[in-house]
């Protein structure tokens, strides 16, 4: 069988035709979120640029990922939304092409292992979607095979243009689309793989906790021996405040005699 080639269609004529079917689907109610990249960096911040460099440095396609970045630069990303699990976007090509991406959640057990490496060593959630942690954390999040970004292996990609290659530009350019998306909402990428960050929060507080535990065990040591030399019963958190009482009473009892 004969295949031909769609024929080329400049980057402006693709956003012309992106702004028409833009304003088509909007008019029939459909929510459109395009990726708008500013210049030619893609990402920005930590959790985008980690992405993109996941996607370069560990994917099989480094033919099909120059046009990628190309596509996402000149905005011909013109939908993107990440869900559970999926990736659905829609690319501006000779036409208008819809990609749709799924991947697998990440395993339970890769997860908790996550978890333990990073516990004790994040202070809270806005700092860990910032990228605001230390290197350790870095590494452990962003590790090839063992941290929170797919292996090609665990998505299945397809897109609606004739190209029959796994990954084609268009599916390119919505995989740097993600990188530029994490820019502005990096909990996206929990929600993607379906882990909860808050769990890494957890682990650290209730580490910190433990960490103090001797602390607090040793005040209420001293409390107890507190009441034992002064002959006084100290209800919980009243420590202070029941020796006043006993004073006070002293006093008046005092005054009495006195008078």
């Given at each position: 069988?004969?295949?031909?080639?769609?024929?080329?269609?400049?980057?402006?004529?693709?956003?012309?035709?992106?702004?028409?079917?833009?304003?088509?689907?909007?008019?029939?109610?459909?929510?459109?979120?395009?990726?708008?990249?500013?210049?030619?960096?893609?990402?920005?911040?930590f959790w985008g640029k980690a992405w993109c460099d996941h996607l370069e440095q560990h994917c099989d396609f480094e033919n099909r990922l120059p046009r990628g970045r190309a596509y996402v630069r000149n905005g011909s990303v013109v939908h993107l939304a990440i869900g559970e699990g999926r990736i659905d976007a829609l690319v501006q090509g000779s036409s208008m092409y819809e990609v749709k991406l799924e991947i697998v959640a990440l395993p339970k057990a890769r997860w908790a292992s996550v978890v333990s490496d990073c516990s004790g060593r994040i202070d809270s959630l806005v700092e860990l979607l910032q990228?605001?942690?230390?290197?350790?954390?870095?590494?452990?999040?962003?590790?090839?095979?063992?941290?929170?970004?797919?292996?090609?292996?665990?998505l299945a990609m397809s897109c609606s243009?004739?190209?029959?290659?796994?990954?084609?530009?268009?599916?390119?350019?919505?995989?740097?689309?993600?990188?530029?998306?994490?820019?502005?909402?990096?909990?996206?990428?929990?929600?993607?793989r379906r882990v909860d960050p808050t769990e890494l929060i957890a682990k650290s507080v209730a580490k910190r906790r433990v960490a103090r535990g001797a602390t607090k065990g040793t005040k209420v040591i001293a409390e107890n021996e507190l009441a034992d030399v002064f002959g006084i019963d100290l209800d919980e958190g009243e420590a202070t405040a029941a020796p006043k009482v006993k004073r006070k009473a002293a006093l008046a009892a005092k005054r009495g005699r006195r008078a």
């Open positions: 069988m004969y295949f031909q080639w769609a024929p080329y269609v400049s980057a402006a004529q693709r956003r012309a035709n992106a702004r028409k079917e833009i304003a088509k689907r909007k008019k029939r109610g459909e929510t459109i979120e395009p990726v708008v990249v500013e210049g030619r960096t893609i990402a920005r911040t990228g605001k942690v230390s290197d350790g954390v870095m590494r452990v999040v962003t590790h090839p095979t063992e941290g929170l970004f797919p292996s090609t292996k665990q243009c004739p190209d029959g290659a796994v990954m084609c530009k268009h599916v390119a350019a919505t995989l740097y689309g993600v990188g530029a998306r994490l820019d502005a909402s990096p909990d996206l990428l929990f929600r993607l």
